[in-house]
């Protein structure tokens, strides 16, 4: 006897499914390019964000540099424009030192939550129409 069993859909902070973040370059804790999470994600990288100058600036100098490829790693090394699943605790600190990147809200997973607020993520909404 064959059981299926039915998944159900990660949702983003807005309710709804959970859209893709980015495929080039495919970003999210399981490099599938969504920012869904796990018991194994302990940064919880569920925050969508479009990377900014300032953004990286900052991560680098908080010992998390995102901006320079790591062949080994097979990652490219972000730019300004891309977009990429952060930790939300990073994103949090961005805030606070006034550098929070973007945010795709319908690409952020609901999880963001139990960290950060509605209100911040939608007042820094890439999309303000999605908010």
């Given amino acids: 006897m064959i059981v299926l069993m039915q998944v159900e859909a990660s949702k983003n902070v807005l309710g709804t499914e959970l ?18 999470t796990g018991p194994r994600d302990r940064g919880q ?8 100058e300032d953004f990286l600036r900052y ?3 908080q010992g998390n540099d995102l901006s320079t490829p790591r062949p080994e790693w097979d990652f490219p090394g972000l730019e ?3 977009c990429w699943c952060l930790c939300a605790a990073r994103w949090q600190e961005a805030l606070e030192a006034g550098c929070a990147p973007p945010v ?7 999880k963001a939550l139990e960290v950060l607020s509605l209100d911040d993520l939608k007042a820094h909404a890439q ?5």
């Fill in 127 to 131: 999309d303000q129409s999605s908010s």
């Fill in 45 to 52: 990288h569920v925050v969508c964000a479009q990377m900014t």
């Fill in 80 to 82: 300004p424009g891309d």
């Fill in 19 to 36: 859209q893709p973040c980015s495929q080039d370059p495919v970003t999210g804790f399981f490099r599938t390019g969504r920012c869904d």
């Fill in 104 to 110: 795709v809200l319908a690409a952020t997973h609901e």
């Fill in 59 to 61: 991560t680098k100098a």
